[in-house]
């Protein structure tokens, strides 16, 4: 379930779309992990602070902390304001400005920073912020560590798609509208199948989210309906099989090109009676008989 999200531990996937924007759930993920106590950061690209923080109240502001790559990306003014290294060195910072204990990450967006970092070394990234090597102390705080990524699906193909889901401890695909929204959630343990259930949600002003509705959770997909079988032989002209005594004529046929010891003794040893054939043949003028050199008349 999607209040379930949170406990993975990981990176987790958001898909969203233009008929269904991911924000809304980000922000309502990020509230529900504020409330839990922990630590929440979040790197804010496509919007700015203000926008972002608005609806949140003031106890949730206070608990977030917001690295702002919105105003200046690449630090152009070079101010204390802007975060050094650009993009690549606020994902960085991240784990360094976290204290001990469950800590939750949200990117806004993944599609941003896609257009500022190779597709690589976002990968990397992102596993090493979701893994404990990303620790320089090699603490084991860093296994509490929810990474969510919002991804706008439709701006990028299919293969930088799936080198993101195949890192994705979990992957939430958006679909409907605002007041009634479904996820299609995918979780992915190590060593077991993935799994998949439907969520069906709303989520109210204050960015909480209002569950309506859960499929049951499947290891496969249903089978479909049973199809029946259709003979490709049912309206030909030709009849491909033969009944047993069509094949009993069959194997009792003699071929024509067959060489049976009959039809040699016949052409080897002919009756009395049968008229035989000779050759008669008279040398020609022009003829070269001459065996020594028979090429002599080609007048070399």
Sequence with gaps: ??????????????????????????????????????????????VSEEEFREGFDFDIN???????LFRDPLNWSKTEEALPGGPLGALRALCRRTH??????????????LLHLPCTTLCQTLHALS??????????????VCVLGLLHEELHGPGLVGALSSL?????????MLSQTSASIVYRRPRQRPTR???????????????????????????????????PTTHLTFNLRLSKKEKEAKDSLTLPFHFSSEKQQALLCPGPGQATSRIFYEP??????DQEDPDDDLDI
């Design 1 to 46: 379930m999607l209040d379930s999200l949170l406990a993975l531990r990981g990176f987790v996937l958001l898909r969203d779309s233009v008929e269904c924007e991911g924000r809304s759930l980000l922000k309502a993920l990020i509230k529900k992990s504020a409330l839990c106590g922990e630590q929440v950061h979040i790197l804010g690209c496509e």
């Design 62 to 68: 206070n608990r977030v902390v917001y690295h702002n």
């Design 100 to 113: 001990p204990g469950p800590v939750t990450i949200a990117l806004d967006s993944l599609s941003w920073l």
């Design 131 to 144: 893994h404990r090597d990303f620790c320089p102390d090699g603490s084991s705080s860093v296994e509490q």
């Design 168 to 176: 994705a401890q979990a992957e939430v695909t958006l679909s409907g």
């Design 197 to 231: 259930q439907t969520q069906c949600f709303s989520i109210l002003p204050d960015f909480s989210l209002n569950l309506q509705g859960v499929l049951p959770l499947e290891s496969q997909p249903h089978p479909g309906p049973p199809t029946t079988q259709v003979d």
């Design 284 to 289: 020609d003028a022009y003829d070269d008989l």
